[in-house]
Structure formats: structure tokens, C-alpha cells
């Protein structure tokens, strides 16, 4: 079943928005139908996504400073890993 709705959106927004849909030949109800339900899908499967007992029990263990670099660390770690 399909039902109409009416939305408000700033004027930029829709020609940009027709813009794209244009180009990627697909409709603009299309296109919000499509983000809609991808967006309720994911909040769905997250739901439905199971912790395992020691995943859940290993949350939150480690406590590491707001500033640290995780990329920069694993750097590190290779350089001296391969020197």
C-alpha cells in the first residue's frame, strides 16, 4: 500500500535533491522511500544484533586518555615490530 505525504523542506534542498535522483535515474519519492527504510532497517538489526556474554562482559575494561591515538600507537608498534 502507498500513501502520500507532504513534507517541508528548504527550496535548495529539493532542486539538489531532484538534481541527484535525476542523475541517478530514480524518482524523488524513490529515493526517500529508499533512505527511509535503510535508516529503519539498520536501527532494526541493531537491535536485534546479539552481544555474546564475554563481549559484553569485556565492555568497558580498558580506560584509555581522551587524546590517544590508536592509529599512531599501531604505527609504533609495526615499526619496531619490523625493524
Known amino acids: 500500500m502507498e500513501t502520500?505525504?507532504?513534507l517541508r523542506l528548504n527550496d535548495n534542498v529539493i532542486e539538489r535533491?531532484?538534481?541527484y535522483?535525476?542523475?541517478h535515474k530514480v524518482s524523488l519519492?524513490?529515493?526517500i522511500e529508499s533512505y527511509l527504510d535503510n535508516i529503519t532497517k539498520q536501527k532494526e538489526e541493531e537491535k536485534?544484533?546479539?552481544i555474546?556474554?564475554?563481549v559484553e562482559s569485556l565492555s568497558?575494561?580498558?580506560s584509555l586518555p581522551s587524546d590517544f591515538d590508536y592509529k599512531k600507537d599501531y604505527r609504533k608498534y609495526?615499526?619496531?615490530k619490523y625493524k
Request: aromatic share 0%.
Open 4 to 6: 502520500k505525504l507532504t
Open 17 to 19: 535533491a531532484k538534481l
Open 21 to 23: 535522483a535525476r542523475g
Open 29 to 31: 519519492s524513490k529515493m
Open 48 to 50: 536485534t544484533k546479539n
Open 52 to 54: 555474546t556474554p564475554l
Open 60 to 62: 568497558g575494561v580498558i
Open 78 to 80: 609495526l615499526e619496531k
